[in-house]
């Protein structure tokens, strides 16, 4: 176990603490719930063990099964599962069992090569396939299992595994390692399974399972009064049955029997213990927080110790050295300028990613600006693209000069990209106003061409009237030329009549001569 | 911690043991992925490492989802060596990682894998519940 939190990601390596195990494979997980409800019904019934022969007493058979591998993951998480009373007395009670070696905590570093590529654990029980490599039997087995298709690999070369059975008395694909590796395991070192109880066992992981079943004192076990049902860690065991509520003599507080030298210890309020080096009375719930601040025997080092002072000195020698030690001095002054220091730390990293923030949007506007790259000639931007036609039909209108359409396209690698924005809106900007200049030189030039058409149109209209006048006039002439010829041809028959005979003899006299039916006309005007 | 992680793998967030964050690089110049870091989520299931974890890119404000026709650009990754079949209990983060890495570094095509729309549109499954026909043997 070289590094013990290495990323390697040993999730079982990382729960190996005696503790809830959070990865108890589902059915093996329920056939031991299963199992243990059965027996627990046995167990908690405390007639049973009154007497010598219970009608029903847990089978040898069935103790077995209880401690088997499968079972211990479930034994071990029951302080978590929502398990009925019985239930946990029972699991309690029925400790010891197998321990799982894996949740425990190893303090000699494993090699490498001694771990398990499956639960990154040191091997426990180690089997080795046919091609050599080598797991612990139950992460083999879970492993082969979970293999759906029929057909078995080996889960680190994917080799064939054959011989192997659902049934662990049938598997024939594993043979055992050599005993030196056995060996090697044996001797790594450990703490006990019930440390958190209070157990400074440490030594070889072969001898932790003797040390739990036959000496830790802090093992549970069933308490010797049978009707009681209750647990008993093994030093209390040679004791009577301790699960009464007694009175604590000084507090006067009703507590369990057998907590009641733990209460005493650590918790009662009343009771005072004096202090072992001082000497003071001092009451034992503040004894841990005495001991370790105010104690004036206890050692403590300089307050300027964090930024360099090495003094260290009883409490009560520490007062003359801090009013001299000139780090101790410094020290308030230190810390808090490690606090705002902190802060600002806090804020630049704050600030930083802001900035990356904001960088990561600049340089995607950058991009956006310069999609292609700045050597081609072509219009770098659609905006451009845009403006360029515009560009064109300005300068063919001449209303402005060229001169600022030139750099628009031909220098776009410019400094920075705000210039070419500004140089942009500039170009743009002319554009405009050159847009409008031509527009008003447009106006101009068709109010002129409408103008000049409708006075021609006008003085054409004033010639066709005149002439359309001339017409009429000769019309007229005509007209009152004929009738004169009419009213002389049929004078004294008809006289002054202008009916249809006059039509009718229109056509006849229709190449008159103009000048003899003038006059006389003019004379029957005169005779009129 | 780091110390011990290939050039490139870096461990992002580990605060419990359903997900964990890493971040990977593409360590040659591969134009493709060049000046580009890559987020991966990895979520254990239960039974972990039986069963394989469920590996997918996500997408952040500096992290994209890169481009190989094996990774479909909601981060899912199609590789024979995540799903059920191709998945062995020896594997690990690093390891897995590591074979992410070298996809990638292999890669020559700038493109994501053919459907990639319709599927990133449709697709309403988790990654280990989508069956994927592995038939490039190239990567």
Redesign the interface.
């Known amino acids: 176990m070289s590094?013990p939190?290495?990323?390697?990601?040993g999730?079982?390596r990382?729960?190996a603490r005696p503790g809830p195990l959070?990865?108890p494979?589902?059915n093996l997980e329920g056939t031991a719930t299963a199992t243990a409800t059965a027996t627990a019904a046995t167990w908690s019934d405390p007639r049973q063990f009154v007497v010598g022969a219970p009608p029903n007493p847990p089978s040898p058979l069935a103790l077995r099964a209880l401690t088997s591998p499968s079972n211990r993951r479930a034994t071990l998480a029951a302080p978590t599962l929502p398990l009925g009373h019985a239930d946990s007395i029972r699991k309690r009670s029925s400790l010891p069992a197998d321990i799982d070696l894996s949740t425990l905590d190893y303090i000699t570093a494993c090699d490498e090569n001694l771990i398990c590529?499956?639960?990154?654990c040191p091997l426990d029980k180690p089997v080795r396939l046919a091609c050599d490599h080598i797991f612990c039997d139950e992460?083999l087995n879970?492993?082969l299992e979970?293999q759906?298709?029929g057909e078995r690999n080996c889960?680190?070369c994917?080799t064939r595994v054959h011989g192997w059975s659902e049934d662990a008395g049938k598997q024939k694909h594993k043979t055992s390692i050599p005993r030196i590796l056995t060996q090697m395991l044996d001797e790594l070192v450990v703490r006990c399974p019930n440390g958190k109880a209070g157990c400074k066992w440490q030594d070889k992981r072969g001898e932790v399972q003797d040390h739990v079943d036959r000496y830790c004192d802090y093992t549970l076990l069933a308490c010797p009064e049978s009707e009681c049902g209750e647990v008993v860690p093994r030093k209390h065991r040679g004791k009577s049955c301790l699960h009464f509520h007694t009175k604590c003599e000084d507090c006067e507080q009703s507590v369990l029997r057998l907590d009641l030298e733990a209460h005493q210890e650590s918790e009662c309020p009343k009771r005072a213990k004096d202090c072992s080096k001082c000497g003071a009375n001092i009451p034992v719930r503040e004894l841990i927080s005495h001991l370790s601040s105010k104690c004036p025997e206890t050692i403590v080092s300089c307050p300027g110790s964090p930024y360099g002072c090495s003094f260290q000195s009883p409490h009560a020698d520490l007062k003359p050295h801090t009013k001299t030690c000139p780090i101790a001095a410094m020290a308030p002054f230190l810390s808090a300028q490690q606090a705002r220091q902190d802060t600002q730390e806090a804020q630049q990293k704050l600030l930083q990613r802001k900035v990356?923030?904001l960088e990561?949007g600049f340089s995607s506007i950058q991009s956006l600006l310069y999609t292609s790259d700045a050597g081609t000639r072509t219009p770098t931007t659609p905006l451009e693209a845009m403006s360029d036609p515009m560009l064109r039909s300005g300068s063919n209108n001449g209303a402005a000069s060229a001169s600022s359409t030139a750099p628009a396209t031909e220098n776009p690698p410019f400094d920075s990209s705000t210039e070419h924005l500004l140089f942009l809106h500039d170009s743009l900007r002319n554009e405009i106003s050159r847009v409008e200049n031509a527009l008003a030189v447009l106006d101009a030039r068709t109010t002129m061409t409408l103008l000049n058409e409708s006075l021609r149109a006008k003085e054409e209209m004033a010639h066709t009237n005149a002439a359309i006048n001339g017409m009429r006039m000769q019309l007229h002439w005509l007209m009152s030329a004929r009738l004169q010829a009419q009213r002389e041809q049929s004078g004294p028959r008809a006289g002054p009549s202008v009916g249809g005979g006059g039509a009718g003899g229109a056509a006849g006299a229709s190449a008159p001569m103009l000048r003899p039916v003038r006059r006389s006309s003019e004379e029957s005007r005169q005779k009129l | 911690?780091h110390a011990?992680?290939p050039p490139g793998i870096t461990?992002v967030q580990?605060d419990n043991?359903d997900t964990?964050l890493m971040d990977i690089r593409v360590l040659d110049d591969n134009p493709i992925y060049r000046n580009q870091t890559y987020r991966l989520k990895f979520v254990?299931s239960?039974?972990?490492?039986?069963?394989a974890p469920e590996v997918t890119f996500v997408k952040t404000?500096?992290h994209p989802i890169p481009m190989h026709p094996h990774i479909y650009s909601n981060g899912i990754i199609c590789l024979d060596l995540l799903d059920?079949?191709g998945w062995?209990?020896?594997h690990?983060?690093?390891s897995v990682c590591m074979s992410l890495q070298s996809m990638l570094t292999g890669n020559t095509k700038n493109e994501r894998p053919e459907g990639d729309e319709s599927f990133v549109r449709n697709n309403r499954l988790r990654p280990r519940d989508v069956s994927f026909y592995f038939h490039d043997n190239t990567v």
Do not use: K
């Open positions: 590094a939190n290495s990323p390697t990601l999730l079982f990382s729960d959070t990865i494979p589902p590529p499956i639960c990154r992460c879970r492993a979970a759906r298709n889960p680190s994917r990356d923030v990561g | 911690m011990h992680l461990l580990a043991l964990w254990f239960g039974s972990y490492p039986i069963e404000e500096s059920r079949q062995s209990p020896v690990n983060v690093e």
